[in-house]
């Protein structure tokens, strides 16, 4: 009998090493909740295009199932894409273990979130990062795709894109970032440290934001041409979904005449606010051209 118990207790162990158990993945989401998953995911529904970059930059983007009809096509061809309203027989229809969104898309679409949720879908709502936040973000989508290398990525680009641009004589950086109210970048924004990598100074660094951990400031009319007796040498319009305007728009402005000798350029929101690892450092040398058109190499 002992032998039989101690053959059987040998095979277990065998098969144990052979097949280990994985332990189950337990991480947080933004809108409180505790997730399990039982292993990886492998076919995740991203419905927000950060989430989506963000996923192609740590190596995951074959897991992508569906991203949202928001995403760049050109990143990902052949890919199933979403409308932003997706219902849950559509989202179903994908088989996915996983699917990532905003608190904001969770908000207008509570009963697709319900009903995968019962269909037994992990559903995950990430806010998009403060840049001080990247790193942790990178890590809960590293962790549900079992890419361990993912927040390490994010110190070693950040590290990398970084333009050796002396601190005195950089130019003096205004962002548009919505014309409605003229909101400009808080300053833990993405894009206020997009704009201090590519080598200018945010003029209004000292905005406070609609709340906590929004990318958003109010800032005014008054206030943005105070700043423009100061000097402001480059006025960046950040054009996109959150600041539909075009450059008649800008220029047909009442006060537009106070921002003196100020270049107005407009750059694609995906390229300054989207916090997208993929396109950091794209993002940054397109804005290094626009404040040293000159170029030129720094110490």
């Given at each position: 009998m002992a032998r039989?118990?101690?053959?059987?207790?040998?095979?277990?162990v065998f098969l144990l090493l052979q097949y280990p158990v994985q332990a189950e993945i337990r991480v947080s989401d933004d809108s409180g909740r505790s997730l399990v998953l039982e292993q990886t995911a492998g076919r995740i529904v991203s419905l927000y295009a950060g989430h989506s970059e963000n996923l192609l930059a740590i190596g995951?983007?074959?897991?992508?199932?569906?991203?949202?009809?928001?995403d760049d096509p050109h990143l990902f061809a052949g890919v199933p894409r979403l409308p932003f309203r997706a219902d849950a027989e559509q989202i179903?229809?994908?088989?996915?273990?996983?699917?990532?969104m905003r608190p904001f898309t969770e908000s207008t679409l509570g009963e697709t979130v319900r009903i995968l949720e019962k269909s037994?879908?992990?559903?995950?709502?990430?806010d998009p990062p403060t840049w001080d936040g990247m790193g942790p973000?990178?890590?809960?989508?590293g962790i549900m795709t079992g890419i361990e290398s993912a927040e390490k990525l994010w110190r070693e680009k950040t590290a990398a894109v970084a333009k050796k641009v002396p601190e005195e004589g950089r130019p003096?950086?205004?962002?548009?970032?919505s014309f409605r109210g003229l909101k400009t970048c808080s300053p833990s924004s993405w894009a206020a440290h997009v704009i201090h990598l590519a080598g200018g100074v945010n003029v209004a660094g000292g905005a406070q934001p609609l709340r906590e951990g929004s990318p958003l400031a109010p800032w005014g009319e008054e206030r943005l041409l105070t700043l423009a007796m100061e000097g402001i040498d480059v006025y960046l319009v950040q054009a996109g979904a959150m600041n539909p305007v075009t450059e008649q728009d800008v220029?047909?402005?009442?006060?537009?005449?106070?921002?003196?000798?100020?270049r107005i350029v407009f750059l694609p929101e995906e390229y300054i606010s989207r916090p997208s690892l993929f396109r950091l450092e794209e993002s940054v040398d397109r804005l290094f051209k626009v404040l040293y058109p000159e170029g030129g190499v720094f110490p």
């Amino acid at each position: 009998m002992a032998r039989c118990l101690m053959r059987l207790l040998s095979v277990l162990v065998f098969l144990l090493l052979q097949y280990p158990v994985q332990a189950e993945i337990r991480v947080s989401d933004d809108s409180g909740r505790s997730l399990v998953l039982e292993q990886t995911a492998g076919r995740i529904v991203s419905l927000y295009a950060g989430h989506s970059e963000n996923l192609l930059a740590i190596g995951a983007g074959d897991f992508l199932a569906a991203v949202s009809e928001g995403d760049d096509p050109h990143l990902f061809a052949g890919v199933p894409r979403l409308p932003f309203r997706a219902d849950a027989e559509q989202i179903l229809a994908l088989s996915p273990d996983l699917v990532l969104m905003r608190p904001f898309t969770e908000s207008t679409l509570g009963e697709t979130v319900r009903i995968l949720e019962k269909s037994g879908v992990t559903v995950a709502s990430l806010d998009p990062p403060t840049w001080d936040g990247m790193g942790p973000y990178l890590s809960k989508l590293g962790i549900m795709t079992g890419i361990e290398s993912a927040e390490k990525l994010w110190r070693e680009k950040t590290a990398a894109v970084a333009k050796k641009v002396p601190e005195e004589g950089r130019p003096r950086v205004f962002l548009e970032s919505s014309f409605r109210g003229l909101k400009t970048c808080s300053p833990s924004s993405w894009a206020a440290h997009v704009i201090h990598l590519a080598g200018g100074v945010n003029v209004a660094g000292g905005a406070q934001p609609l709340r906590e951990g929004s990318p958003l400031a109010p800032w005014g009319e008054e206030r943005l041409l105070t700043l423009a007796m100061e000097g402001i040498d480059v006025y960046l319009v950040q054009a996109g979904a959150m600041n539909p305007v075009t450059e008649q728009d800008v220029l047909s402005r009442s006060w537009i005449s106070g921002l003196e000798n100020a270049r107005i350029v407009f750059l694609p929101e995906e390229y300054i606010s989207r916090p997208s690892l993929f396109r950091l450092e794209e993002s940054v040398d397109r804005l290094f051209k626009v404040l040293y058109p000159e170029g030129g190499v720094f110490p």
